[in-house]
């Protein structure tokens, strides 16, 4: 008995350092609320382990496991406004590239509230092998890709294109490759997503999220609780006609034109936060 109630003081001493830090520091706040940010992807994934089987029949998978994300991630506090959702992916109905930009682990909260009906993502290969995570990205029939293995690649895109028109998916990818941890602009594209539009002949979706920076950084580690983004789907973009000659001159146009949408509602969100932080001092 003594034992456990000195377990529960240590247990409740530990809460409060945590909470006190959480209070007073902003880089224990940053490594308290990335933790959890995590976690809450991980649960998402073992919650979906489960809601994923009945769903993958009918290729709606991945639209159970962003929709629960987006219940999950409510604690962040994040407010997301997503423009244009409707009016493009109802349109939209038949397979398509959608490509977005890829910042950080927060770009799953992008996901939860601008995934595409009947869609499936590209991933890296390395994340084949994170338990739990990986039983639910095969539920979603995602597809991994070596990128450091030019056939496995090659053989990638033909796969993603045969899973697309038979499934009647639409397919997510982060053309960049990796996070740009700078949250500034956007890294050069690399041309699978634009190999697999081009040689399957359908439209690539752009969608832009604004920079994190006005409430998250890794590199200064700060992570505040009244973010805002702003996502803006682009129209589709034809791939008609084109061949694969085409794909270096058609990722650069399109990135061109991602970077012009990026760097307009990044500035409107910024204003947007200064506004916001404004109020709160003057009341």
């Keep these: 008995m003594l034992f456990e109630c000195q377990c529960v003081n240590i247990i409740i001493l530990l809460l409060g350092i945590l909470v006190f830090a959480y209070a007073v520091n902003r880089r224990a706040r940053y490594v308290i609320r990335c933790t959890l940010l995590y976690l809450t992807i991980m649960l998402n994934a073992l919650i979906?382990?489960?809601l994923c089987i009945p769903a993958s029949?009918?290729?709606?998978?991945?639209t159970v496991v962003f929709a629960s994300m987006k219940i999950l991630s409510r604690w962040t506090g994040?407010?997301?406004?997503t423009r244009n959702f409707s009016e493009v992916y109802a349109k939209q109905q038949s397979p398509c590239v959608v490509i977005c930009n890829h910042q950080s682990a927060l770009d799953t909260i992008v996901m939860a509230h601008a995934y595409p009906p009947r869609g499936t993502v590209m991933m890296k290969r390395s994340l084949a092998y994170v338990p739990i995570f990986n039983i639910t990205a095969w539920l979603c029939s995602v597809i991994f890709v070596d990128r450091f293995n030019r056939e496995k690649a090659i053989k990638a895109v033909e796969q993603c294109t045969q899973v697309m028109n038979k499934k009647n998916l639409k397919l997510w990818v982060f053309p960049e490759g990796t996070r740009n941890r700078s949250l500034d602009g956007m890294l050069p594209f690399k041309k699978g997503a634009f190999n697999v539009a081009v040689q399957a002949q359908i439209p690539i979706v752009p969608v832009v999220a604004s920079?994190?920076?006005?409430?998250y950084s890794h590199t200064e580690h700060y992570f505040d609780s009244d973010g805002e983004i702003i996502i803006q789907i682009m129209d589709p973009i034809p791939t008609t006609?084109?061949?694969?000659?085409?794909?270096?001159?058609?990722?650069?146009?399109?990135r061109e034109k991602m970077l012009f949408v990026y760097e307009r509602i990044t500035k409107e969100v910024n204003q947007k936060m200064e506004n916001k932080r404004g109020q709160k001092k003057h009341q």
């Design 211 to 215: 920079s994190y920076k006005c409430f």
């Design 78 to 81: 994040i407010n997301v406004e």
């Design 48 to 50: 979906c382990m489960v």
């Design 57 to 62: 029949f009918f290729g709606h998978a991945c």
């Design 241 to 254: 006609g084109l061949t694969l000659d085409d794909v270096p001159s058609l990722a650069e146009d399109v």
